[in-house]
């Protein structure tokens, strides 16, 4: 039986972030967490670590002891990620190390679909968009340069819940930048139709993640 992490990994497994299971350690740590295959090296720059579906399950699971204050080194992360949906009131400041931050979380969903995919796919959704569809469609769109919409404006884009179980709406007001935020979404492996509100007759889009 393989033994359980240490103490030590454990929080830095504990500490991951939970949508894209981005690592923050020392490099021993992540070095041995590669090495027990419960975390892999992204291969581009800047080479972030990113758990496996191995260290997703620990890290999903119950811990065995009282969680313990994050090392400093695990704690560095400054905060966890959450992609544009539009509208939010205290929304992240854009440049160029949010930029970066898209893009390293993006470059992560797709190795997760990778290593979780039979046939080593990117191009399908995974398991965590299919349980998170309003933060994976949010991902895609902001990862592709899509402007998400301010808390006052009507411009941008933005990713609601929808009362069906796998589909999430995507509201602009715009109707070029909804086509061009449905042809980015169709590109990342999503299912979109344009619909009508009866009411407002605003057009917007109902995305799915294809299963094939």
Same mark, same amino acid.
């Given at each position: 039986?393989?033994? =359980? =992490?240490?103490?030590? &990994?454990?929080?830095?497994? @504990? ?5 894209? #299971?981005? +690592? ?10 590669? $090495? ?20 997703? !399950?620990?890290?999903?699971?119950? =811990?065995? /002891?009282? %969680? ?7 704690? *560095? ?15 992240? $400041? ?5 930029? !970066? ?5 993006? &470059?992560? +969903?797709?190795?997760? !679909? !990778? ?20 933060? *994976?469609? *949010?991902?895609?769109? /902001? ?6 919409? #301010? =808390?006052?404006?009507? @411009? ?21 930048? +909804?086509? %061009? ?6 590109? *990342? ?24």
């Amino acid at each position: 039986m393989t033994r =359980p =992490p240490t103490t030590a &990994q454990r929080r830095v497994i @504990d500490a991951a972030d939970p949508i894209t #299971g981005r +690592l923050r350690g020392t490099d021993a740590q992540l070095a041995a967490l590669v $090495k027990r295959g419960l975390a892999f090296r992204h291969p581009r720059p800047p080479h972030d670590h990113f758990l496996t579906p191995a260290g997703h !399950r620990i890290r999903e699971a119950e =811990p065995t /002891e009282p %969680a313990a204050p994050a090392e400093p080194a695990a704690a *560095a992360a400054g905060g966890v990620f959450a992609a544009r949906i539009g509208g939010e009131e205290d929304a992240p $400041k854009t440049g160029p190390a949010r930029l !970066r931050e898209v893009r390293g979380a993006w &470059q992560g +969903l797709l190795e997760l !679909r !990778r290593m979780t995919s039979p046939d080593g796919a990117v191009d399908r959704p995974c398991a965590w968009e299919r349980t998170h569809l309003v933060q *994976a469609a *949010a991902l895609a769109l /902001e990862a592709a340069g899509h402007p998400p919409a #301010g =808390p006052d404006s009507a @411009d941008g884009y933005r990713v609601r819940a929808t009362p069906q179980p796998e589909a999430a709406a995507v509201h602009e007001s715009d109707g070029a930048r +909804l086509r %061009a935020c449905a042809a980015t979404l169709e590109e *990342a492996g999503w299912q979109v139709g344009e619909h009508t509100e009866p009411r407002t007759r605003a057009r917007y889009l109902l995305a799915s993640p294809r299963r094939a």
